[in-house]
């Protein structure tokens, strides 16, 4: 158990729905980090935030959007679902952007 | 973007024998990491490389950062049945903002 937890653990819904996947870090951890993993593309980094803010984005799609919360949890919104967004969702969490990363167990979503 | 060439793709063995797996990249790394994830889990990690030709021992593995900064290898001694699952390289790339590039991962099977 790496400490990072990560709800739902399995979502299904239709296509043009929106979902929000949600994160709280390891106690103690600042930093947020959100990747896609899929069987073609392997684990895509998405954004990462500090404290709050964001600090760097990655392959991540107009259609989907993160944000950090007081609490140091986060959330992940993605919207106008389509099919190829079925994937597995993990958020990782570490002290600061240098130190090492720990992944939540991960959220399966399925677009159908 | 910025691609890692983890090999091999796949790997069978028997329990006993000792396994190597690396990455390599065109680009140059500040860190190296090894991650194994189990099906329906997230990435756990393994090793944490920060130095140019370090090589660090986890209990029967083992990995090196690279002389070059752009490779690294994980090698696996005397595997056992649970050591089956895949393995994951990945690496913060120098003036990333830390974000990891993963590779597409090693399976590895292991007969009893």
């Known amino acids: 158990d790496s400490g990072v937890t990560q709800t739902p653990k399995h979502l299904i819904t239709a296509t043009g729905q929106r979902v929000t996947l949600r994160c709280s870090p390891r106690s103690g951890d600042l930093s947020v980090y959100w990747y896609q993993q899929s069987l073609d593309q392997g684990l895509q980094f998405l954004i990462q935030?500090?404290?709050?803010?964001?600090?760097a984005k990655g392959n991540i799609l107009e259609r989907f959007s993160a944000q950090q919360f007081p609490d140091l949890h986060s959330e992940l919104n993605l919207s106008s679902l389509e099919l190829g967004d079925s994937a597995l969702y993990f958020c990782?969490?570490?002290?600061?952007?240098?130190?090492?990363?720990?992944f939540g167990p991960g959220t399966r979503l399925l677009v159908l | 973007g910025q691609q890692l060439n983890q090999s091999p793709q796949s790997m069978f063995i028997q329990e006993g024998e000792d396994v190597s797996m690396n990455c390599t990249s065109s680009s140059i790394f500040n860190t190296w990491l090894w991650y194994k994830q189990d099906p329906g889990e997230g990435p756990v990690l393994l090793i944490a490389?920060?130095?140019?030709?370090e090589l660090t021992s986890n209990g029967r593995l083992t990995a090196q950062f690279g002389i070059t900064r752009k490779d690294s290898f994980l090698n696996i001694s005397a595997s056992i049945p649970s050591d089956v699952g895949i393995y994951f390289c990945a690496g913060q790339l120098e003036g990333s903002n830390y974000k990891l590039t993963f590779g597409k991962g090693t399976l590895l099977t292991v007969n009893p």
């Open positions: 990782a969490s570490s002290v600061s952007p240098e130190e090492t990363q720990y």
């Open positions: 935030y500090y404290n709050g803010e964001e600090r």
């Open positions: 490389l920060y130095k140019a030709g």
